[in-house]
């Protein structure tokens, strides 16, 4: 067995629902004709990238880290890892850098999209890596980004790793290089619940027209609170138990408070995942 210490110090972070080797072990255990079939596991921009013209099935270290499977240190599957679930070294594809040459557009391919046959398919990097260096982060600052879900991203020249398990680190696109990445799950997501699953009324027709009658409201939401854990929550808390919830509920809130609510209650775990990653990158003496 592997104590959590181990874990961490392994793979730079903790267990996460919807991580690459807990997908894997369900369906070695609940799909077992269908694993009886895999021949290699991929990661979802793997697939394509065969599908273009690479030589052979491979991913790349930024990605590869967010499996659980990776050693973080020695840039490399994990045995150890491999062995407590179960899954063969060989159904795992080879370990590019992100910025090698994976192979080249064919000519099928290429007369689709209108591109040079032979035109070079780069390796590529995760979603979070790729943002940091398309926005110039480097150390010392850090990136944060809004969509479904939320996360702060902070690059660091050496792996981090919170014996708390609150967050994780992952290999940078950036060749010996890594970054810690907090998230809060339901950011965007948790604005979209109450749009399309809540509200019934002319109000929910346009984004605007909510971020308006939010507007409207003073901070606070007159005491209305909102808990964005929709789909649980990753950091700090770190669980796909914990659920969402509204407090100080009031007959003299409307829709609007509802809505600045939820602004609000994003913003607050935002808050409370950068308060931890600081608390793991740049700790106070």
């Not at 104590?3 to 903790?14: A, D, K, M, R």
């Not at 979802?44 to 967010?66: C, H, I, N, V, Y």
């Not at 609170?225 to 659920?243: A, I, K, N």
């Amino acid at each position: 067995m592997m104590t959590n210490h181990q874990l961490l110090s392994v793979t730079g972070g903790p267990v996460a629902a919807g991580f690459q080797a807990a997908t894997l072990l369900w369906l070695r255990q609940h799909r077992t004709e269908l694993w009886d079939q895999v021949a290699t596991c991929l990661l979802p921009k793997d697939w394509p990238r065969t599908r273009l013209g690479a030589e052979a099935p491979t991913t790349e270290a930024s990605d590869a880290s967010g499996t659980l499977l990776f050693d973080l240190r020695r840039g490399s599957w994990s045995a150890t890892m491999c062995a407590l679930v179960d899954i063969l070294p060989e159904k795992l594809p080879d370990i590019l850098p992100s910025r090698a040459v994976a192979g080249q557009l064919n000519q099928h391919v290429a007369s689709t999209l209108g591109l040079p046959p032979g035109t070079p398919i780069i390796a590529g990097g995760s979603d979070q890596a790729m943002a940091l260096i398309g926005s110039g982060v480097h150390d010392g600052a850090a990136l944060l980004s809004l969509s479904s879900g939320g996360q702060i991203a902070a690059p660091v020249s050496q792996p981090v790793t919170d014996p708390r398990g609150r967050l994780h680190t992952f290999c940078h696109a950036v060749p010996q290089a890594f970054y810690c990445l907090a998230t809060t799950l339901g950011a965007g997501l948790s604005l979209t619940w109450l749009r399309h699953r809540v509200l019934d009324n002319p109000l929910a027709s346009r984004w605007t027209r909510l971020l308006e009658a939010a507007a409207a409201v003073p901070p606070g939401s007159d005491g209305l609170l909102f808990h964005p854990f929709l789909f649980g929550e990753r950091t700090p808390l770190m669980s796909p138990q914990v659920c969402g919830q509204w407090s100080g509920l009031r007959f003299a809130h409307t829709t609007a408070h509802f809505i600045r609510a939820i602004l609000e209650g994003v913003a607050l775990s935002l808050r409370h995942a950068w308060e931890t990653l600081l608390d793991v990158v740049a700790p106070q003496p």
